[in-house]
């Protein structure tokens, strides 16, 4: 178990002063739900923990025309009662019923879900659909970058010692009329993912799409928003042997990025499935 000072900073200029100052010897703590994990297997070794879970600039969930915006430390049990959310976000919304259980969701922070960097992230897909830009703060000043740019490979943050994420800004899309998101876990509760992806969609009266975005996770080193999915389905009426042709391409696309390996045979069938099953709904008889 690590020996690391705990440090409670009581603002955002108290944090960034200390990562300043000790940034690679220190390790940022939220909920711990990771971190902890982590220190137990004896992985992080830091001097300092810095705790905050309680820097009032890291919370708050606020919408406009133009924007939402999710503090880091805004937890899974917030986003999960989160009617902003589920009205401008509802994939984002909807990934925090199945992550984890009450207990983890009551800590867990979307800020520590992405800084982590799990390829299996429940939130990184939610985010990168709705093109989200992470905002970070260190004494150098404030940045944002995509959120695809955070994890460099798996468990891999791309971010220097002394920056801590903020908050995420995500686009809302307009008028959008269908969202999902759907999970594969080994186990119907406390799964971590083995697939998770996220769509929004705008079906126009005549049925035709006009609009789609589809993340996938778990399944590549860092989740991937799936353009060539999204571009063959713009413009389409879908049928089922339409949702299921791109099932397969999704499943082609996919491994053409990760190679194949022992655990194809079962992906390969199960990414088409759940897009499948995620898209279906947009099929009118
Ligand atoms: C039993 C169990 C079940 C789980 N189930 C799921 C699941 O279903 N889906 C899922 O996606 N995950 C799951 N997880 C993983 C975990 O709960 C999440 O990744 C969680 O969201 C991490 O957030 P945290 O606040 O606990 O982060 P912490 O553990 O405190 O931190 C995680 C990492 O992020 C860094 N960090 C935290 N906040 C910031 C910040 N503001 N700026 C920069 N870096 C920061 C930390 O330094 C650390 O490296 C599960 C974990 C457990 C133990």
Known sequence: MSHAQYIRPENLDEALDHLHRNGPRTRILAGGTDLVVDLRNGDAGPDFLLDVSRLTELKGIEASTEQVSVGAGVTLSEIQSSDVLKQHAPALHRCSFTFASQQIRNVATIGGNVAHCSPCGDTVPPLVIHEARTVLASK????EVPIEHIASGPYACSLPADEIIVRFILTPAPAITF???QKIGRRKSLAIARINAAAMARQEPDGRISFLRFALGSCTPTPQRMEEIEN????????????????????????AITGRRPSTIYKETAIQGLFVRMLTPLVRI
């Open 179 to 181: 969202s999902d998101f």
């Open 232 to 255: 063959g389905m713009i413009g389409q009426r879908p049928t089922a042997k339409l949702i299921w042709e791109t099932g397969q391409l999704l499943a082609d696309r996919t491994i």
């Open 140 to 143: 150098r000043g404030r940045r």
